[in-house]
């Protein structure tokens, strides 16, 4: 072993956050938390205390709001704030100095801000108005209403807020320029109980003298067609706008400018946006100069005030959806139908923006799509009411000019275009990636080329699929199926900094939890939903709901916050409570369908793709799923139980999830260690959740191994069973046949889809069969893409013995036929590095360990415990 960086250095502070966000503009947390991380030449780096000061200048100083004083802990994650009471519009500044393991205080940190938003009912003045519109419906596309406001400031201004939300989706202008760079705001919640509201900064757009401001409303999912079952006006039928300008001049003197009667509003060039239908944009009839000043705005209508009230109102938590990447396509395909189709090279979710000359009129459409079909032409892959993906821009005439759609957004790789007007050429069009903008926290690759693609496969869904809230996919449903989550979420937070996006959305899963404790299958809990799942599965399912239990207890796995379990402690127990009503003899045999091990490849789709029945994975797994999450949530809410100190929880949920294991065995398990659903993924389930008594478990993985076997060592594992397949073979002696399903390239397996030439992960296993026929599901799904938490984990080795990575383990399996590995993770104290390659029959390994952490390298001679630093070993094989 060898350390670096010896160097008597001072610990300096870096990645100041409050609410795992970096100066944060508008939030109502009445007592956030502040983190921040450390950096130091010298290694074994540990903080011994702490000191946080707050005041309203960027200088803090030592007449400030709050000091913490020297706290003697190494705590430098989710340090609440302690001080008075925070006011609505104020900013806050704070610096933190620290102290190390030599008792040597550091220097004291760069300020770092945040805002307050408007706290109160009463801090709003603005009313919410209605455009004259007709009642949305579903047969009835309505026209994008414009709406502005002219006002005078009538000297120098010192800095000016908007504050502002909407029923649809919105977008401002401020004389003539856009505000923000949010897409799709206020983005989807669950709009009955919570609607945010966006905060801006715009002192750089007013100016002493006329001002003009303006609003563009859409369709978005408060009232367009959302959902697998396409239904509209799920949450309202009209749009409408609430917004508040507060302006502070250089005198003191404040104006606010609220949004009320004296609005006017007309309609501009937007002719319909619906986020599944698509967008129509006839540029013929854009009112050029509406959003600034002196337009004269002939025959535009007053808005009408509305009463919807404040109550549900919230500020907007986690990271905006924003145009995260521009890619060029790569080529201009001439398909055997005709067909002009642009290639992007990637699946995305997003929309295209091109640039086009033409006569006034000219309908250019583009159409999009996941993949090509067997012969190479445009294919639809996705099917239902109102999945067109389709946008439709028409021309206004004259010079160049550029378009893009403004309220829509797909999921695609391809575009058909019809109607362009000239010679097609790539460097005309470009496509807009659209996702929450989370910050990149991972990364991972090995010497296989076909596994590299594959983590590149799942990082792009998990980007696709991260848009306000987890979706299944983005473009059949944009639906928060807890499912998927659940299945996803270790993944995720390697990936991406998914902390506030996961523990906000955990938020609208409260919500919408019903009386009797069922938590739904998809939330928000729309309409649609509501009429959909009410008929055949009911509203929630085993492993799914349970997500209320899981997604929280790995937010504190991979963050070390114990606030997200105490948040969702009530709903949890809840959860437990209403499985428990349902259960007789401690087995929960689901009264409605549930979704079982969804989308077993061998029930879910023959061979030739000629049958498909998603729901018969679903019948013949569903009691055993059922009960195997019982007791695994049980379990784990007794360990969270632990957590939070609430001894008698703990005690009693463990003892209910022996009961139910117990149970289990008598009901499901032979004396042969054959259960009575013989699927692969039951036997996964089985043995993850310690469902069988260890006098069976070597019989039980048997029948696992020999059902791999059987089915050519290939994989037949649905939803909730194929997060752990590769661990519960790992950890029960056998990595060789984990190793044999990762390298499988034959259909289903995670290399046949890399293969046929994935860019990012499949619904369904055999969405293209092997004779390459291509099916009618999703190409950008993320749950069976959860194997990327076991590429870090396993391949590289990076995993944690202490919530947050306090302590971290590094344990590479080098023996798993990769010449080389390496991942990066950027936890909440640093960044984690494992690299290790051979070189025959030695192995080198170099890892990194952040400020204020340990680590337990695990090597052949023995296990040693690392402080903070880079360290290099080798070692023979």
């Not at 801090?123 to 009835?140: N, Y």
């Not at 563009?216 to 409408?240: E, H, N, Q, S």
């Not at 808005?303 to 009230?309: D, N, T």
């Not at 892959?381 to 389709?390: L, M, R, T």
Request: overall charge negative.
């Amino acid at each position: 072993m060898m350390g670096f960086g010896t160097a008597d250095y001072q610990t300096r502070i870096y990645d100041m956050q409050l609410e795992s966000r970096i100066n944060p503009l508008g939030t109502d947390c009445l007592h956030p938390r502040f983190a921040w991380k450390l950096r130091s030449e010298r290694s074994k780096v540990k903080q011994t205390a702490y000191r946080i000061i707050v005041g309203l200048d960027d200088h803090v100083s030592e007449m400030n709001l709050w000091d913490s004083g020297k706290v003697y802990s190494d705590q430098s994650v989710f340090v609440t704030y302690q001080g008075q009471a925070l006011q609505s519009r104020t900013r806050y500044y704070w610096r933190v100095k620290v102290w190390d393991e030599r008792e040597e205080e550091s220097e004291w940190s760069e300020s770092s801000w945040w805002e307050m938003g408007l706290l109160h009912e009463s801090d709003w003045c603005a009313q919410w108005i209605e455009p004259p519109q007709e009642k949305a419906s579903e047969e009835r596309l309505l026209p994008s209403p414009l709406l502005r406001h002219e006002f005078e400031i009538k000297e120098p201004l010192k800095r000016a807020r908007i504050y502002a939300t909407a029923h649809g989706v919105y977008a401002l202008e401020l004389n003539g320029h856009k505000v923000g760079d949010q897409e799709l705001a206020p983005e989807f919640t669950s709009y009955e109980y919570a609607l945010q509201y966006q905060t801006y900064d715009v002192t750089e757009l007013l100016r002493a003298g006329s001002n003009a401001l303006g609003a563009v409303l859409g369709d978005g999912w408060y009232v367009g067609r959302i959902g697998l079952t396409g239904d509209c006006c799920c949450y309202g039928d009209k749009l409408a706008l609430l917004l508040q300008l507060e302006i502070e001049t250089v005198s003191g003197d404040r104006l606010v400018i609220g949004s009320d009667e004296r609005f006017c509003c007309s309609f501009g060039e937007i002719q319909y946006s619906d986020l599944f239908i698509g967008e129509m944009v006839d540029a013929r009839l854009r009112e050029e100069g509406w959003s600034r000043p002196h337009f004269e705005a002939v025959d535009w209508q007053p808005a009408r005030i509305v009463s919807f009230g404040y109550a549900n109102l919230m500020a907007q938590y986690a990271e905006p959806i924003r145009a995260v990447e521009m890619i060029r396509p790569v080529r201009l395909i001439q398909s055997p139908r005709g067909e002009a189709i642009i290639d992007m090279g990637q699946n995305i979710a997003g929309k295209v923006r091109f640039r086009a000359a033409g006569k006034a009129g000219t309908r250019v459409t583009l159409e999009h799509g996941e993949v090509l079909d067997e012969e190479g032409n445009f294919f639809n892959n996705i099917i239902g009411v109102h999945k067109d993906q389709k946008d439709i821009f028409i021309l206004r005439g004259g010079a160049e000019a550029e378009y893009e759609p403004r309220f829509t957004y797909h999921g695609f790789r391809y575009v058909k275009v019809t109607g362009y007007p000239g010679t097609i050429r790539l460097e005309d069009f470009t496509g807009v990636v659209l996702a929450s903008d989370l910050r990149r926290s991972g990364s991972f690759e090995c010497s296989d080329k076909r596994i590299n693609q594959l983590q590149s496969n799942i990082a792009w869904s998990q980007r696709s699929n991260m848009v306000s809230i987890p979706t299944d996919c983005p473009q059949r449903e944009k639906a928060g199926w807890l499912g998927d989550i659940q299945a996803f979420a270790p993944t995720a937070c390697f990936n991406m900094d998914s902390y506030a996006f996961l523990s906000g959305w955990m938020r609208n899963v409260r919500l919408e939890q019903l009386e009797d404790g069922q938590v739904p299958s998809v939330v928000p809990f729309s309409n649609g939903f509501k009429k959909f799942l009410k008929g055949i599965y009911g509203p929630s399912s085993a492993g799914w709901g349970d997500a209320v239990i899981i997604v929280p207890w790995v937010l504190y796995q991979q963050y070390g916050d114990t606030q997200v379990l105490r948040d969702n402690y009530e709903a949890m127990t809840k959860w437990i409570d209403y499985i428990r009503s349902e259960a007789a003899d401690d087995l929960w045999t689901p009264s409605g369908l549930h979704f079982g091990d969804w989308l077993i490849p061998s029930l879910s789709m023959s061979s030739d793709g000629e049958r498909v029945d998603m729901r018969r994975s679903a019948y013949l797994t569903r009691e055993l799923v059922s009960t195997c999450f019982y007791a695994y949530s049980a379990q784990l809410l007794a360990e969270i139980a632990t957590v939070l100190g609430i001894t008698d929880d703990a005690v009693r949920y463990a003892q209910l999830g022996c009961k139910v294991r117990q149970a289990f065995s008598r009901q499901h398990l032979q004396n042969d260690g054959r259960l009575t659903a013989h699927f692969q993924g039951i036997y996964v389930l089985a043995l993850h959740m310690n469902m069988v008594p260890d006098s069976l478990r070597d019989k039980v993985l048997e029948h696992l191994i020999k059902l791999i076997e059987e089915n050519g060592w290939r994989l037949d594992t649905g939803f909730v069973s194929v997060p752990y397949l590769l661990d519960v073979l790992c950890g029960n002696g056998r990595p060789d046949v984990a190793y044999r399903l990762l390298f499988q390239t034959e259909c289903p397996s995670w290399l046949y889809q890399v293969g046929k030439g994935a860019t990012t992960i499949w619904e369904a296993w055999q969405a293209i069969l092997p004779d390459g026929k291509v099916t009618n599901v999703s190409f950008n799904h993320y749950a069976f893409g959860c194997v990327g938490d076991w590429l870090y984990r396993c391949i590289a080795g990076i995993s944690q013995l202490e919530a947050g990575y306090k302590h971290i383990r590094i344990a590479p399996y080098v023996e798993s036929g990769f010449s080389y590995a390496k991942a990066s993770y950027e936890s909440v104290f640093g960044t984690i590095r494992s690299a290790w390659e051979r070189n025959g029959s030695t192995i080198r390994l170099s890892i990194e360990i952040p400020a204020n952490t340990t680590a337990t390298v695990c090597l052949p001679s023995g296990e040693q415990i690392v402080g903070s630093g880079l360290y290099e070993f080798e070692y023979e094989a």
